[in-house]
């Protein structure tokens, strides 16, 4: 059973900088991809950010591009996402989830974490 738990979460003024964890179990997860997708209030889930688990390919959506940097550490079964200058619209849930293979830039994916709020003030 493949588990994702998210942390890093929660109040920051416009600007500054937070890095959500989410930390997998469950699997030997080098064949998986991982990504970091977003609900706002009202809003559509977008994709933020997608790696594949181990070979280092990594791709963004436009509006964090520059802002935000997924990682991964292997040895920890750990993804990270790295927000910098965050802007109230980056406000939202914020969800990691893992697909077995190699397509990482889509939607299809199979195991979620419960998510973990993000909150940018103006």
């Known amino acids: 059973q493949v588990q994702l738990v998210e942390s890093g979460g929660g109040l920051v003024q416009a600007g500054g900088s937070l890095r959500l964890s989410c930390a997998a179990s469950g699997r030997t997860f080098r064949r998986y991809a991982m990504a970091w997708f977003r609900q706002a209030p009202g809003k559509e889930r977008e994709i933020v950010a997608a790696?594949?688990?181990?070979?280092?390919?990594?791709q963004y959506a436009d509006f964090v591009k520059g802002r935000f940097t997924i990682s991964r550490d292997t040895a920890k079964n750990t993804v990270y996402l790295q927000m910098n200058s965050l802007e109230p619209e980056d406000t939202a849930v914020y969800h990691c989830?893992?697909?077995?293979?190699?397509?990482?830039?889509?939607?299809?994916?199979?195991?979620w974490g419960q998510g973990t709020q993000v909150t940018v003030s103006s």
């Open positions: 790696t594949t688990w181990g070979g280092g390919s990594t």
């Open positions: 989830a893992a697909r077995l293979g190699g397509t990482f830039w889509t939607y299809e994916y199979d195991y």
